[in-house]
């Protein structure tokens, strides 16, 4: 069976490797089979397959300004389990702040009482981890003098997470409550 055929796509030559592209793809990688490692033999098992990428083929289309692809521009769609499949586009998509300068503070650099907090999201933990240092004492107490008002709810914490993204103001959130 013609899976081209079958899907209604079509077929367009590689240049380093023997295995068609998918034309209607916009970006499209070559690449060579470096290692298959079989995760199983019972129903629904797979193999991880590691490869190593000869060519990357991107269509102008999905590039910015500055020639980098712009995610908002592609209708990527991710494999599930069963019949699911899973569209990444709105609000599904997301940014974590990265430092630019020195090396982030890592998940294992959160202090424990945070990463056992019922009410973080993995989302969120991850954005917290992207911080370059924890707030000093002195920055903690300059925004509980500056926000006397903060009551450190669950709304709050989403508020601040969400506008001011300040390890201040969450840990403040988070401190109050």
């Known amino acids: 069976v013609n899976e081209f055929d079958k899907a209604g796509l079509t077929p367009l030559a590689a240049e380093t490797v023997r295995p068609f592209r998918v034309a209607e793809s916009p970006v499209q990688f070559e690449c060579r089979v470096r290692q298959v490692i079989e995760l199983g033999s019972g129903g629904g098992a797979?193999?991880?397959?590691?490869?190593?990428?000869?060519?990357?083929h991107v269509a102008e289309a999905v590039l910015d300004s500055?020639?980098?692809?712009?995610?908002?521009?592609?209708?990527?769609?991710?494999r599930w389990g069963g019949p699911y499949y899973v569209r990444a586009h709105g609000e599904a998509i997301f940014a974590?702040?990265?430092?630019?300068?020195?090396?982030?503070?890592?998940?294992d650099g959160l202090p424990d009482w945070l990463l056992a907090h019922p009410e973080l999201t993995g989302r969120e933990l991850a954005a917290l981890a992207g911080?370059?240092?924890?707030?000093?004492?002195?920055e903690l107490a300059a925004y509980r003098a500056?926000?006397?008002q903060a009551t450190g709810t669950?709304?709050?914490?989403r508020q601040v997470l969400a506008t001011e993204?300040?390890?201040?103001?969450?840990l403040h959130a988070l401190s109050t409550r």
């Open 46 to 56: 797979g193999n991880l397959v590691l490869c190593e990428v000869q060519r990357l």
């Open 66 to 78: 500055e020639g980098r692809i712009d995610i908002h521009k592609l209708d990527l769609v991710g």
């Open 96 to 107: 974590l702040q990265r430092p630019t300068a020195k090396p982030a503070l890592g998940i």
């Open 146 to 148: 500056a926000h006397p």
């Open 165 to 170: 993204g300040s390890w201040s103001a969450l």
């Open 131 to 138: 911080a370059e240092r924890l707030p000093t004492p002195e």
């Open 154 to 157: 669950t709304a709050e914490l």
